[in-house]
C-alpha cells in the first residue's frame, strides 16, 4: 500500500513539471513582458521612465536572461521560498495575494464534489435498478439538461429567479452586515445560504455526468454473474445491489474525481466570476486583463496542482476500495 | 420416474422455438445488410437522435441563411428604442380583417425610477409580410439583397419580435448573426481538434515505445488542468489590436486545442482494442501490410465511433467560445456570437430590465448543446451494431 | 425408491426479444431424488441452463416463466415455487439453504471485491442465524471439507489469489453450506483443466454422496454425464426429448437426437477412418528448435526485477510434410504461445523454425524479413479458436475470404469471384453466401468460412488453434471430418493445438504433450492415448471422462503431482 501511494506521488513529478511548465508558457505568451506594460502604464499616467531604469528593472527581474533560465528560477523561487513572483497590479509578492483566494476555492471545489457524490449516488443507482421506469427517464432528461446549461448560464438563471421570487440579489458569500462581521452563528447561517447557489451552479453538470456515468456501470455489473450468485444465496434484494454490484461500481466513482474535480474547479472559476464570490476565480480574470501574469500563471498552476492533489486522493481512495488495486 | 416423452416428435426440429411479437410479423433479415445500412437502422429507431439530428440541421440552415432569415442587420442601433420589450405576431387587426401585424410602442416614463420604458401600445398596428423588402445586406459577402423572410412592409417601423438590447439593436437579427459565429466555430473547433487527435494519436499508436509515452503524458497533463484557467489565460493573451476575424480563427484553436485530448484518448483505445482482434491478426497473416491493415480493417470499425465522439465535442467546443466571449476575453463586438449576446447579461440589473437578453441566447445554447448531446448519444449508441 | 424431493411439472419459460419471442423452455418435466444425481444435457441454446436457473426463481429478464409447476417436498411439506414472486421471503428461504447452486465461471460467480470467507459467512448468517464467530469458524471447517489448504488463511483472502480449482472448491463450499435438500451444478468444470474437472467432480460427487444430496447436473459433456450422472435429460430446443437412467440413454437411446449426440460423442474416442496417414514426399516440412519465449524479466518500475515466466521453454519438434501433429496442454502450458511463435506474430526470444518451400530449400522463419514472412504466411495458415471474434463484422463472406487473394495481387475481380465460390464450395457452403455478412450465421458455419480463408492461397501448412473448442460436439466432429476431406484432396500438413484430448486423438497422427512450457512427450497418436510413458501424460489421459457409463474412468485415474517429480 504505501509503496503503491510512493508509486503514484513519483508517478505525478512528470505530470507536475508539464503543467508548470504550461502555466509558464501564458505568463510568457503575451507580446512584451510586464515591463512594458509597467512602461506604457506609467506613460499614460504621464511619468514615463527612462531607459536606464528600464534595464536596470529588466537584469533585476532576469528578463534578459534566456526563457529556460527564468522558468528555472520562477520554479526555484516557488519550490524553495514559496515565492511565485510579483504582481503588478497589486504591487505586492504573488503569494501574499494568492493563498486566501486558494482556500475558498478549495473549500468550494471540495464542497461541490461533496454534493456531486451525494447526489449522483442514489440517483444512480436508482437509475440503474429502474432501468426504463418513469422515475429514470425524468433523472435521464434532468441530466442531460445539466449537462447541456453552462454554469454561467445556469448561474445568472438562478440569480434572476431569486431576485424576482426573493426580490433580493445573491451574488458573494455574505449578506453585506457579516462581512466584516466576526464569526458567529447567524454569519455560519449566512454563509450557507450563500453557498447553496453556487454549490448547484458548479456541481449540476458534474452530477449529471456522474449519474450517467454510474448507471452506465452498475448495468453493466447487474449482468455479472457475481450478482446472481448473491440472489441464489437469497440475500434480500436490495442487499444484494447494495453489497456487491454497487461495491464494484463505486470504482469509476472513485477514479471520476480524476476529471470531474478539474471540471469544478473551472466551474468554481467561472461562477465565482459571476456571483462575485471571492475566490480565484475574479481575481484571474482581473490578472489576465491587466496582463498581470505572474499572479495570473501562478493562479493557473496552483489550481492545476489542486486537481492533481485530487487525482491522488482519488488513487489512494480507490487502492482502499479496491483489493485488486491494492495488492498489484 | 418420469416416462419419458413419447417420441411422436421423432422429426427433429431445426431450430429453437421462436414466434413474432405480433402474430403474422415475420422478422426481418439482415443477412446481405453492411454496416452502415445496420447503423442507419439502429439510429433510426431513436426518435428524439433523429429528431435532434433535424434541429442541428435546422440550425445549421439558420447559420448559412443568416442575412436572409433576419429581420433586421445585427448592428443597427435605434437609440430611441434601448431595451424595447418583445412583440408578439397577431393575424387579425382589431378592426377583424387578417392582416398580419405587431404592435407599435409607446413611451412610459417611469415616475419612481425616472427612466423612459417602452409598452406595447394596442393600438398601434404595424403590418409585416413575407419576403418583404429591407435594410439591404451582402450574402455571404457576395452579392447584394434587401429581401428578408419577414419584416415590416414598411421598413422604417421597428421590429422587434424578441426584444431590443441596450443600444436598440434587434434581438432576433443578432441571435441569428450569431447563430452562424457560434455553430461554425463548434464544427471548426471539431475539425481541428480530430486533425489534432488523429495526427497526434496516429503517430503515438503507430511508433509506440516512447513517443507514445510521451504524448499520452501530455494528454494526461493537458486534461488535469482546469479548463476555463486555461482557456482564459490563452485566450488572454490575444492582442488587442488583431483583427475580429484573426480572434475567430484563435478562439477557435484554443477551443480546439484542449478539446483533442478526449478525443486522441477514445480513438486511441478503440485502435488498441481492435489491433488485437482476432479479426485484424487474421488480416496480417492474409499478408495485409500495416497500411492496409489499418485501412482496410481497423479503420472502418472505428469511423462510426469517431463520428459519434465529434458529434458529442461540438457541445463542449460551442460552451467554450460562450463562456469566452461572455468573460470578454473571447470574440468582441463588433463580432455577435451567443456568448458575446450574453455578455449584455451580466448583471443583475441588466438582466432586470431586460430579461430577453439572457433567456433567448441562453436558449439558443441550450438548444443547440441538448441536440448535439441526443443526438451523438445516438451515434453512438448505433455505432457498433454488432455488440448484442 | 421413495418420492421425489423436487419436481419440476410442465415448466415453460419464454424471452421477449426485440424481433421475436423465444420459447426458451417448453414443458419440461423431471424429478429429482434424494442421493441421486439427474444430468440435464444438452448443445448451447437447448434452454438447459435457463431451466436450472428457473428453479431458483433468477432467471433474469427478459425471460418469464409462462407455465409450470417447481414442487419442493422438504420437511414433509410440499412447496410450489412457481407461483411465487421472484424475491418473495418464501423463495429467499428456498435459495441456498434448501437448493444450492453451483456455477460454471467460478472467477466471474465470485465477488473481487470481497475475501471468500465473507462471501460464505454471509449465507451461514443470513440462513443458519449464526453470529459473525461461528459463522466463520463453520467457513473454516467448509474450506477444510473441499480440500483447501490452509482454510484459516484462505478463508481472508480474496477471489484473485485463488487458482481456478480452487475457486470452485469454494464456489463448492459456499453451495453447500446450509446443507442445501438440493444441489444444482450448472456446467461445473466446463471452465477448469481436465485433471482439475476430474478433482472437482470427485468432490462433488462424494459430497453428495455423504450427504445424501439431489444433484441436478447442467452440462453438454457426454462423457462427465456417464461418469457421474444416475439418470439423464437430453434436452433441445427447449424440449426435454428423451429421458431414463444412464445406461439406457447410452446402451439403449430412443430418440434420434440422443443418437446423432452418442454417435458425434464416440466418434471422437478413437482415431478418424479416413486419417490420411502419411503422403506426398516425406520428410519434415517444418522443424522447430529449441524455440523459447520468455516475458518479463526485465527491470520493474522501481527497480524491482520481475519474474520471468517461460511460456515456452526450450520446445524442439518436427511437422513431417502430410502430417496431422497434435499439441495438446492444459490451459497455460505454453500450446498457444507455440503456435504464435512458429507464425512469429509473438517473437521467439530464442530457438529457430526451419520450413521447407516449395523448392525443397530450407527457410530460417525467425530470420526472415518482413516481405519473406508475407510469403511464409501464404504458405503456413492460422485457423482461429472464436468463429466470432476471427471475422470480420463489416465484410461481406466473399469479402473476408477472397481478403488473401486481393493483397497477393495478380487477380481480376472476376477471378477472385470465381475462387472464393470454389472454396466455399469445398467448405460445403453455398457460394450464394458470399454477399451476406458473418452476423448471418452460425458458429459452425463462421469456422468453415474462417476455414475457406485458410484455404485461398493453397496453402501448405495449416495451424489450428483450438479451432473446435467453440463448437458444440455435433458440429465439432463435423469441422474435423471437414478438414480431413480437404487434407484428402489438397496436400496438406496440420499443426492442431488443442486441451481437447479426443479431438486429437481422433485427428492426429502424432501427438506432442505440452506441461508447463516443455514438451513432455512426442509419439503416435495412438500411444500417447493409450499407453503414454511420461508421468502427466498417464494423469491428463486418464483423467478424460469416458462416455461409457458401464467403465467411468476417471474415478480410478493416475494423478501427477508435479511438485513430487524429479526435476530433469
Same mark, same amino acid.
Given at each position: 500500500?504505501?509503496?503503491?501511494?510512493?508509486?503514484?506521488?513519483?508517478?505525478?513529478?512528470?505530470?507536475?513539471?508539464?503543467?508548470?511548465?504550461?502555466?509558464?508558457?501564458?505568463?510568457?505568451?503575451?507580446?512584451?513582458?510586464?515591463?512594458?506594460?509597467?512602461?506604457?502604464?506609467?506613460?499614460?499616467?504621464?511619468?514615463?521612465?527612462?531607459?536606464?531604469?528600464?534595464?536596470?528593472?529588466?537584469?533585476?527581474?532576469?528578463?534578459?536572461?534566456?526563457?529556460?533560465?527564468?522558468?528555472?528560477?520562477?520554479?526555484?523561487?516557488?519550490?524553495?521560498?514559496?515565492?511565485?513572483?510579483?504582481?503588478?497590479?497589486?504591487?505586492?509578492?504573488?503569494?501574499?495575494?494568492?493563498?486566501?483566494?486558494?482556500?475558498?476555492?478549495?473549500?468550494?471545489?471540495?464542497?461541490?464534489?461533496?454534493?456531486?457524490?451525494?447526489?449522483?449516488?442514489?440517483?444512480?443507482?436508482?437509475?440503474?435498478?429502474?432501468?426504463?421506469?418513469?422515475?429514470?427517464?425524468?433523472?435521464?432528461?434532468?441530466?442531460?439538461?445539466?449537462?447541456?446549461?453552462?454554469?454561467?448560464?445556469?448561474?445568472?438563471?438562478?440569480?434572476?429567479?431569486?431576485?424576482?421570487?426573493?426580490?433580493?440579489?445573491?451574488?458573494?458569500?455574505?449578506?453585506?452586515?457579516?462581512?466584516?462581521?466576526?464569526?458567529?452563528?447567524?454569519?455560519?447561517?449566512?454563509?450557507?445560504?450563500?453557498?447553496?447557489?453556487?454549490?448547484?451552479?458548479?456541481?449540476?453538470?458534474?452530477?449529471?455526468?456522474?449519474?450517467?456515468?454510474?448507471?452506465?456501470?452498475?448495468?453493466?455489473?447487474?449482468?455479472?454473474?457475481?450478482?446472481?450468485?448473491?440472489?441464489?444465496?437469497?440475500?434480500?434484494?436490495?442487499?444484494?445491489?447494495?453489497?456487491?454490484?454497487?461495491?464494484?461500481?463505486?470504482?469509476?466513482?472513485?477514479?471520476?474525481?480524476?476529471?470531474?474535480?478539474?471540471?469544478?474547479?473551472?466551474?468554481?472559476?467561472?461562477?465565482?466570476?459571476?456571483?462575485?464570490?471571492?475566490?480565484?476565480?475574479?481575481?484571474?480574470?482581473?490578472?489576465?486583463?491587466?496582463?498581470?501574469?505572474?499572479?495570473?500563471?501562478?493562479?493557473?498552476?496552483?489550481?492545476?496542482?489542486?486537481?492533481?492533489?485530487?487525482?491522488?486522493?482519488?488513487?489512494?481512495?480507490?487502492?482502499?476500495?479496491?483489493?485488486?488495486?491494492?495488492?498489484? | 420416474?418420469?416416462?419419458?416423452?413419447?417420441?411422436?416428435?421423432?422429426?427433429?426440429?431445426?431450430?429453437?422455438?421462436?414466434?413474432?411479437?405480433?402474430?403474422?410479423?415475420?422478422?426481418?433479415?439482415?443477412?446481405?445488410?453492411?454496416?452502415?445500412?445496420?447503423?442507419?437502422?439502429?439510429?433510426?429507431?431513436?426518435?428524439?437522435?433523429?429528431?435532434?439530428?433535424?434541429?442541428?440541421?435546422?440550425?445549421?440552415?439558420?447559420?448559412?441563411?443568416?442575412?436572409?432569415?433576419?429581420?433586421?442587420?445585427?448592428?443597427?442601433?435605434?437609440?430611441?428604442?434601448?431595451?424595447?420589450?418583445?412583440?408578439?405576431?397577431?393575424?387579425?387587426?382589431?378592426?377583424?380583417?387578417?392582416?398580419?401585424?405587431?404592435?407599435?410602442?409607446?413611451?412610459?416614463?417611469?415616475?419612481?425610477?425616472?427612466?423612459?420604458?417602452?409598452?406595447?401600445?394596442?393600438?398601434?398596428?404595424?403590418?409585416?409580410?413575407?419576403?418583404?423588402?429591407?435594410?439591404?445586406?451582402?450574402?455571404?459577402?457576395?452579392?447584394?439583397?434587401?429581401?428578408?423572410?419577414?419584416?415590416?412592409?414598411?421598413?422604417?417601423?421597428?421590429?422587434?419580435?424578441?426584444?431590443?438590447?441596450?443600444?436598440?439593436?434587434?434581438?432576433?437579427?443578432?441571435?441569428?448573426?450569431?447563430?452562424?459565429?457560434?455553430?461554425?466555430?463548434?464544427?471548426?473547433?471539431?475539425?481541428?481538434?480530430?486533425?489534432?487527435?488523429?495526427?497526434?494519436?496516429?503517430?503515438?499508436?503507430?511508433?509506440?515505445?516512447?513517443?507514445?509515452?510521451?504524448?499520452?503524458?501530455?494528454?494526461?497533463?493537458?486534461?488535469?488542468?482546469?479548463?476555463?484557467?486555461?482557456?482564459?489565460?490563452?485566450?488572454?493573451?490575444?492582442?488587442?489590436?488583431?483583427?475580429?476575424?484573426?480572434?475567430?480563427?484563435?478562439?477557435?484553436?484554443?477551443?480546439?486545442?484542449?478539446?483533442?485530448?478526449?478525443?486522441?484518448?477514445?480513438?486511441?483505445?478503440?485502435?488498441?482494442?481492435?489491433?488485437?482482434?482476432?479479426?485484424?491478426?487474421?488480416?496480417?497473416?492474409?499478408?495485409?501490410?500495416?497500411?492496409?491493415?489499418?485501412?482496410?480493417?481497423?479503420?472502418?470499425?472505428?469511423?462510426?465511433?469517431?463520428?459519434?465522439?465529434?458529434?458529442?465535442?461540438?457541445?463542449?467546443?460551442?460552451?467554450?467560445?460562450?463562456?469566452?466571449?461572455?468573460?470578454?476575453?473571447?470574440?468582441?463586438?463588433?463580432?455577435?456570437?451567443?456568448?458575446?449576446?450574453?455578455?449584455?447579461?451580466?448583471?443583475?440589473?441588466?438582466?432586470?430590465?431586460?430579461?430577453?437578453?439572457?433567456?433567448?441566447?441562453?436558449?439558443?445554447?441550450?438548444?443547440?448543446?441538448?441536440?448535439?448531446?441526443?443526438?451523438?448519444?445516438?451515434?453512438?449508441?448505433?455505432?457498433?451494431?454488432?455488440?448484442? | 425408491?421413495?418420492?421425489?424431493?423436487?419436481?419440476?411439472?410442465?415448466?415453460?419459460?419464454?424471452?421477449?426479444?426485440?424481433?421475436?419471442?423465444?420459447?426458451?423452455?417448453?414443458?419440461?418435466?423431471?424429478?429429482?431424488?434424494?442421493?441421486?444425481?439427474?444430468?440435464?444435457?444438452?448443445?448451447?441454446?437447448?434452454?438447459?441452463?435457463?431451466?436450472?436457473?428457473?428453479?431458483?426463481?433468477?432467471?433474469?429478464?427478459?425471460?418469464?416463466?409462462?407455465?409450470?409447476?417447481?414442487?419442493?417436498?422438504?420437511?414433509?411439506?410440499?412447496?410450489?415455487?412457481?407461483?411465487?414472486?421472484?424475491?418473495?421471503?418464501?423463495?429467499?428461504?428456498?435459495?441456498?439453504?434448501?437448493?444450492?447452486?453451483?456455477?460454471?465461471?467460478?472467477?466471474?460467480?465470485?465477488?473481487?471485491?470481497?475475501?471468500?470467507?465473507?462471501?460464505?459467512?454471509?449465507?451461514?448468517?443470513?440462513?443458519?442465524?449464526?453470529?459473525?464467530?461461528?459463522?466463520?469458524?463453520?467457513?473454516?471447517?467448509?474450506?477444510?471439507?473441499?480440500?483447501?489448504?490452509?482454510?484459516?488463511?484462505?478463508?481472508?483472502?480474496?477471489?484473485?489469489?485463488?487458482?481456478?480449482?480452487?475457486?470452485?472448491?469454494?464456489?463448492?463450499?459456499?453451495?453447500?453450506?446450509?446443507?442445501?435438500?438440493?444441489?444444482?451444478?450448472?456446467?461445473?468444470?466446463?471452465?477448469?483443466?481436465?485433471?482439475?474437472?476430474?478433482?472437482?467432480?470427485?468432490?462433488?460427487?462424494?459430497?453428495?454422496?455423504?450427504?445424501?444430496?439431489?444433484?441436478?447436473?447442467?452440462?453438454?459433456?457426454?462423457?462427465?454425464?456417464?461418469?457421474?450422472?444416475?439418470?439423464?435429460?437430453?434436452?433441445?430446443?427447449?424440449?426435454?426429448?428423451?429421458?431414463?437412467?444412464?445406461?439406457?440413454?447410452?446402451?439403449?437411446?430412443?430418440?434420434?437426437?440422443?443418437?446423432?449426440?452418442?454417435?458425434?460423442?464416440?466418434?471422437?474416442?478413437?482415431?478418424?477412418?479416413?486419417?490420411?496417414?502419411?503422403?506426398?514426399?516425406?520428410?519434415?516440412?517444418?522443424?522447430?528448435?529449441?524455440?523459447?519465449?520468455?516475458?518479463?524479466?526485465?527491470?520493474?518500475?522501481?527497480?524491482?526485477?520481475?519474474?520471468?515466466?517461460?511460456?515456452?521453454?526450450?520446445?524442439?519438434?518436427?511437422?513431417?510434410?502430410?502430417?496431422?501433429?497434435?499439441?495438446?496442454?492444459?490451459?497455460?502450458?505454453?500450446?498457444?504461445?507455440?503456435?504464435?511463435?512458429?507464425?512469429?506474430?509473438?517473437?521467439?526470444?530464442?530457438?529457430?523454425?526451419?520450413?521447407?518451400?516449395?523448392?525443397?530449400?530450407?527457410?530460417?522463419?525467425?530470420?526472415?524479413?518482413?516481405?519473406?514472412?508475407?510469403?511464409?504466411?501464404?504458405?503456413?495458415?492460422?485457423?482461429?479458436?472464436?468463429?466470432?471474434?476471427?471475422?470480420?463484422?463489416?465484410?461481406?463472406?466473399?469479402?473476408?475470404?477472397?481478403?488473401?487473394?486481393?493483397?497477393?495481387?495478380?487477380?481480376?475481380?472476376?477471378?477472385?469471384?470465381?475462387?472464393?465460390?470454389?472454396?466455399?464450395?469445398?467448405?460445403?457452403?453455398?457460394?450464394?453466401?458470399?454477399?451476406?455478412?458473418?452476423?448471418?450465421?452460425?458458429?459452425?458455419?463462421?469456422?468453415?468460412?474462417?476455414?475457406?480463408?485458410?484455404?485461398?492461397? %493453397?496453402?501448405?501448412?495449416?495451424?489450428? %488453434?483450438?479451432?473446435?473448442?467453440?463448437?458444440?460436439?455435433?458440429?465439432?466432429?463435423?469441422?474435423? %471430418?471437414?478438414?480431413? %476431406?480437404?487434407?484428402?484432396?489438397?496436400?496438406?500438413?496440420?499443426?492442431?493445438?488443442?486441451?481437447?484430448?479426443?479431438?486429437?486423438?481422433?485427428?492426429?497422427?502424432?501427438?506432442?504433450?505440452?506441461?508447463?512450457?516443455?514438451?513432455?512427450?512426442?509419439?503416435?497418436?495412438?500411444?500417447?492415448?493409450?499407453?503414454?510413458?511420461?508421468?502427466?501424460?498417464?494423469?491428463?489421459?486418464?483423467?478424460?471422462?469416458?462416455?461409457?457409463?458401464?467403465?467411468?474412468?476417471?474415478?480410478?485415474?493416475?494423478?501427477?503431482?508435479?511438485?513430487?517429480?524429479?526435476?530433469?
Amino acid at each position: 500500500m504505501l509503496s503503491y501511494i510512493l508509486k503514484r506521488l513519483v508517478y505525478m513529478i512528470p505530470t507536475l513539471i508539464g503543467m508548470s511548465i504550461i502555466s509558464f508558457a501564458i505568463i510568457q505568451l503575451p507580446p512584451g513582458d510586464y515591463l512594458t506594460s509597467l512602461m506604457s502604464t506609467l506613460a499614460d499616467g504621464g511619468a514615463p521612465i527612462d531607459a536606464a531604469t528600464v534595464e536596470r528593472l529588466r537584469s533585476q527581474y532576469g528578463l534578459d536572461q534566456p526563457i529556460w533560465l527564468q522558468y528555472g528560477k520562477w520554479m526555484a523561487g516557488i519550490l524553495f521560498r514559496g515565492d511565485f513572483g510579483f504582481s503588478f497590479e497589486w504591487n505586492q509578492p504573488v503569494a501574499e495575494v494568492i493563498w486566501s483566494r486558494m482556500g475558498s476555492t478549495l473549500a468550494l471545489s471540495f464542497a461541490a464534489l461533496l454534493f456531486v457524490w451525494a447526489v449522483s449516488l442514489p440517483i444512480g443507482i436508482y437509475s440503474a435498478v429502474r432501468r426504463h421506469s418513469v422515475g429514470d427517464y425524468v433523472f435521464t432528461f434532468l441530466g442531460f439538461i445539466g449537462l447541456a446549461v453552462p454554469n454561467f448560464i445556469f448561474a445568472l438563471t438562478l440569480m434572476y429567479v431569486s431576485f424576482r421570487v426573493f426580490g433580493q440579489s445573491v451574488g458573494g458569500l455574505y449578506s453585506p452586515e457579516y462581512v466584516d462581521a466576526p464569526w458567529s452563528w447567524a454569519k455560519l447561517w449566512d454563509l450557507i445560504m450563500h453557498l447553496w447557489i453556487p454549490i448547484i451552479v458548479i456541481g449540476t453538470s458534474g452530477t449529471a455526468a456522474m449519474i450517467r456515468i454510474l448507471r452506465a456501470n452498475l448495468t453493466d455489473e447487474l449482468a455479472k454473474p457475481y450478482v446472481t450468485t448473491a440472489r441464489a444465496k437469497g440475500l434480500p434484494e436490495y442487499k444484494v445491489i447494495v453489497k456487491y454490484p454497487v461495491r464494484i461500481a463505486l470504482n469509476p466513482f472513485v477514479s471520476a474525481i480524476g476529471w470531474v474535480l478539474p471540471e469544478l474547479v473551472s466551474g468554481v472559476t467561472i461562477t465565482a466570476i459571476v456571483l462575485n464570490l471571492p475566490t480565484a476565480g475574479p481575481l484571474l480574470l482581473r490578472a489576465l486583463v491587466a496582463q498581470d501574469m505572474y499572479l495570473a500563471g501562478s493562479f493557473i498552476l496552483l489550481l492545476s496542482v489542486l486537481t492533481l492533489a485530487g487525482m491522488l486522493v482519488s488513487d489512494i481512495l480507490l487502492a482502499l476500495l479496491d483489493p485488486r488495486i491494492r495488492f498489484n | 420416474m418420469t416416462m419419458t416423452p413419447s417420441l411422436d416428435d421423432a422429426v427433429l426440429e431445426d431450430g429453437p422455438a421462436i414466434s413474432g411479437l405480433k402474430p403474422g410479423l415475420a422478422p426481418t433479415s439482415d443477412a446481405a445488410a453492411g454496416q452502415w445500412t445496420l447503423i442507419a437502422r439502429k439510429f433510426l429507431a431513436q426518435k428524439l437522435a433523429v429528431f435532434c439530428g433535424g434541429v442541428i440541421l435546422a440550425l445549421y440552415l439558420v447559420a448559412a441563411l443568416a442575412e436572409f432569415l433576419a429581420p433586421g442587420l445585427p448592428d443597427t442601433s435605434r437609440a430611441q428604442f434601448t431595451y424595447a420589450p418583445p412583440q408578439s405576431i397577431g393575424l387579425f387587426t382589431p378592426e377583424g380583417t387578417f392582416q398580419p401585424h405587431i404592435k407599435g410602442y409607446k413611451v412610459e416614463i417611469d415616475q419612481e425610477a425616472l427612466r423612459r420604458t417602452f409598452v406595447v401600445d394596442d393600438s398601434i398596428v404595424v403590418p409585416i409580410g413575407f419576403f418583404v423588402e429591407g435594410p439591404a445586406y451582402k450574402f455571404w459577402g457576395l452579392f447584394e439583397s434587401n429581401r428578408h423572410l419577414m419584416g415590416p412592409l414598411d421598413p422604417t417601423q421597428p421590429m422587434y419580435l424578441l426584444g431590443a438590447d441596450r443600444l436598440g439593436r434587434d434581438l432576433l437579427s443578432r441571435l441569428i448573426y450569431g447563430t452562424r459565429i457560434s455553430m461554425s466555430i463548434g464544427l471548426i473547433g471539431v475539425c481541428l481538434s480530430l486533425m489534432l487527435g488523429v495526427v497526434l494519436g496516429s503517430i503515438s499508436g503507430y511508433f509506440g515505445g516512447w513517443i507514445d509515452t510521451v504524448v499520452q503524458r501530455i494528454i494526461e497533463v493537458v486534461s488535469a488542468m482546469p479548463t476555463i484557467p486555461l482557456w482564459l489565460g490563452l485566450a488572454a493573451a490575444i492582442p488587442l489590436t488583431w483583427s475580429p476575424v484573426q480572434v475567430y480563427f484563435v478562439i477557435t484553436v484554443i477551443v480546439s486545442l484542449l478539446g483533442w485530448t478526449g478525443l486522441a484518448r477514445e480513438v486511441r483505445g478503440r485502435f488498441f482494442a481492435l489491433r488485437n482482434e482476432d479479426f485484424v491478426t487474421a488480416a496480417k497473416l492474409d499478408g495485409s501490410s500495416e497500411r492496409r491493415v489499418i485501412f482496410r480493417h481497423i479503420l472502418p470499425s472505428l469511423t462510426s465511433h469517431i463520428l459519434a465522439v465529434v458529434t458529442l465535442a461540438v457541445p463542449s467546443m460551442i460552451i467554450a467560445e460562450t463562456s469566452l466571449s461572455f468573460l470578454g476575453v473571447g470574440l468582441k463586438a463588433p463580432v455577435v456570437s451567443w456568448g458575446v449576446l450574453l455578455q449584455d447579461a451580466q448583471n443583475i440589473r441588466s438582466i432586470s430590465t431586460a430579461p430577453w437578453l439572457l433567456i433567448w441566447p441562453s436558449l439558443a445554447v441550450v438548444i443547440a448543446v441538448l441536440s448535439f448531446n441526443f443526438f451523438g448519444d445516438g451515434l453512438r449508441d448505433a455505432a457498433d451494431p454488432y455488440e448484442s | 425408491m421413495d418420492s421425489p424431493i423436487l419436481s419440476v411439472e410442465d415448466l415453460s419459460l419464454d424471452f421477449h426479444l426485440r424481433t421475436h419471442i423465444l420459447h426458451a423452455v417448453r414443458n419440461v418435466s423431471f424429478d429429482l431424488y434424494r442421493g441421486r444425481t439427474l444430468a440435464l444435457v444438452g448443445e448451447s441454446g437447448s434452454g438447459k441452463s435457463v431451466t436450472a436457473r428457473a428453479l431458483l426463481r433468477i432467471v433474469d429478464r427478459p425471460g418469464q416463466m409462462v407455465g409450470g409447476r417447481i414442487l419442493l417436498r422438504t420437511d414433509h411439506i410440499e412447496l410450489d415455487l412457481a407461483p411465487l414472486a421472484a424475491n418473495s421471503r418464501e423463495v429467499r428461504a428456498v435459495r441456498g439453504a434448501r437448493i444450492g447452486l453451483i456455477f460454471q465461471e467460478p472467477m466471474a460467480s465470485l465477488s473481487p471485491v470481497h475475501t471468500i470467507g465473507s462471501q460464505i459467512d454471509e449465507m451461514l448468517r443470513l440462513h443458519a442465524g449464526l453470529d459473525k464467530k461461528a459463522a466463520r469458524a463453520r467457513t473454516i471447517e467448509l474450506l477444510g471439507q473441499v480440500e483447501i489448504p490452509n482454510p484459516a488463511e484462505m478463508a481472508d483472502r480474496y477471489t484473485f489469489e485463488f487458482s481456478g480449482g480452487m475457486r470452485q472448491r469454494a464456489m463448492i463450499a459456499m453451495a453447500l453450506a446450509c446443507n442445501p435438500d438440493v444441489l444444482i451444478a450448472d456446467e461445473p468444470t466446463t471452465a477448469l483443466d481436465v485433471t482439475t474437472q476430474a478433482e472437482i467432480l470427485d468432490l462433488i460427487k462424494r459430497l453428495q454422496v455423504e450427504r445424501g444430496m439431489a444433484m441436478l447436473l447442467i452440462t453438454h459433456d457426454m462423457g462427465v454425464v456417464a461418469e457421474v450422472a444416475d439418470d439423464v435429460a437430453v434436452m433441445r430446443f427447449g424440449k426435454i426429448v428423451e429421458q431414463g437412467s444412464v445406461d439406457d440413454i447410452f446402451h439403449a437411446p430412443r430418440h434420434p437426437y440422443t443418437k446423432r449426440l452418442l454417435a458425434s460423442t464416440l466418434k471422437l474416442e478413437q482415431a478418424a477412418e479416413v486419417r490420411a496417414g502419411q503422403r506426398g514426399e516425406p520428410g519434415p516440412i517444418l522443424t522447430i528448435r529449441n524455440l523459447a519465449k520468455t516475458y518479463g524479466g526485465a527491470k520493474g518500475f522501481l527497480g524491482t526485477s520481475k519474474f520471468a515466466v517461460k511460456a515456452v521453454d526450450d520446445v524442439s519438434l518436427t511437422l513431417n510434410a502430410g502430417e496431422n501433429l497434435g499439441i495438446v496442454g492444459e490451459s497455460g502450458s505454453g500450446k498457444t504461445t507455440l503456435g504464435r511463435l512458429i507464425l512469429r506474430t509473438v517473437e521467439p526470444s530464442s530457438g529457430q523454425v526451419l520450413y521447407k518451400d516449395r523448392q525443397g530449400r530450407d527457410v530460417d522463419v525467425t530470420a526472415l524479413s518482413k516481405s519473406g514472412l508475407r510469403k511464409f504466411h501464404a504458405d503456413v495458415r492460422l485457423i482461429f479458436q472464436d468463429p466470432f471474434a476471427s471475422l470480420n463484422p463489416r465484410m461481406t463472406i466473399g469479402q473476408i475470404v477472397g481478403d488473401p487473394l486481393v493483397v497477393a495481387g495478380g487477380h481480376t475481380a472476376r477471378q477472385i469471384q470465381e475462387k472464393v465460390a470454389e472454396l466455399l464450395g469445398l467448405v460445403g457452403l453455398d457460394p450464394a453466401v458470399m454477399e451476406r455478412y458473418p452476423h448471418a450465421f452460425s458458429g459452425g458455419q463462421r469456422q468453415r468460412i474462417g476455414i475457406a480463408r485458410a484455404l485461398a492461397l %493453397d496453402p501448405r501448412v495449416v495451424i489450428a %488453434d483450438e479451432a473446435t473448442s467453440a463448437l458444440d460436439v455435433s458440429i465439432r466432429s463435423q469441422i474435423l %471430418d471437414l478438414l480431413l %476431406d480437404i487434407q484428402q484432396r489438397l496436400d496438406l500438413s496440420f499443426i492442431f493445438i488443442s486441451h481437447d484430448i479426443s479431438v486429437v486423438r481422433y485427428f492426429c497422427d502424432r501427438v506432442a504433450v505440452m506441461h508447463r512450457g516443455k514438451v513432455v512427450e512426442v509419439g503416435p497418436a495412438d500411444k500417447i492415448c493409450t499407453a503414454p510413458d511420461a508421468d502427466y501424460t498417464r494423469a491428463l489421459i486418464s483423467a478424460v471422462p469416458n462416455p461409457d457409463p458401464r467403465h467411468k474412468r476417471m474415478l480410478h485415474r493416475t494423478r501427477f503431482n508435479p511438485d513430487l517429480q524429479p526435476t530433469a
